[in-house]
């Protein structure tokens, strides 16, 4: 069943379509002539309108302490009261354009830390040893080395942790990098910039009705 209602462009419609069972925004003019698929930014605020409405339609929530961390590599305070969890590629361009957003939102927000799980998200040799060698040195440096596209050290240790986020990014329906995992459990796909982030973490902290 089709959604439509009035987009917050004036004299267009917004109609959400299915595709491939994900749901898409396209806008189709009052006039019912034209249909118009693509992305609607407010130029004011930057704000991508139809992205946004796409991470509505297609939100999924998962419980965090369902994600066991001993294997994450930590970015902050590990004992920081706002935790983010990170699904990271080490051969993912944007996970490492992310990586880089994480000190900015720190500085921002102490009391939050990001822990990071990375893996391979295709299941591709080459890059599951990258995370593998990176997990058992726990070293954020190597891991930074590895989104840059520079030669690490092969694994020092045998572990599954690797696969075993593999499997559980399929579980939790986690699909492709990065992935991130707020506090309430929504999953936020793709790069954000520092400040989407911070606005991110205030959307989901907890309500006074959540509290009760």
């Given amino acids: 069943m089709l959604t439509v209602e009035e987009s917050p462009v004036h004299g267009l419609w917004v109609v959400d379509i299915v595709k491939q069972g994900r749901k898409f925004p396209v806008y189709i003019d009052f006039s019912k002539e034209f249909l118009i698929s693509g992305q609607v930014v407010r130029l004011k605020t930057k704000e991508d309108i139809t992205g946004s409405r796409f991470e509505r339609l297609n939100a999924v929530s998962v ?36 990586h880089h957003e994480f000190k900015t939102v720190i500085e921002k927000a102490p009391d939050v830390a990001f822990f990071v799980k990375i893996y391979s998200r295709n299941n591709n040799p080459a890059s599951a040893e990258k995370a593998k060698a990176v997990i058992c040195s726990k070293s954020l440096s190597m891991m930074e080395d590895a989104y840059a596209g520079k030669k690490i050290p092969p694994p020092t240790c045998t572990t599954n942790a690797v696969e075993e986020t593999f499997q559980l990014a399929g579980k ?41």
Wanted: hydrophobic share 40%; aromatic share 6%.
């Fill in 63 to 98: 419980n965090p302490s369902e994600i066991p961390l001993e294997d994450a590599l930590v970015v902050g305070n590990p004992s920081a009261k706002r935790k983010i969890i990170v699904f990271s590629d080490p051969d993912c361009h944007f996970c490492g354009k992310l």
């Fill in 172 to 212: 939790l329906q986690i699909q492709g990098t990065p992935a991130l995992v707020f506090p309430n459990g929504k999953v936020v796909s793709g790069y954000r910039p520092a400040d989407v982030l911070i606005q991110l973490l205030e959307e989901a902290k907890p309500t006074a009705k959540d509290s009760k």
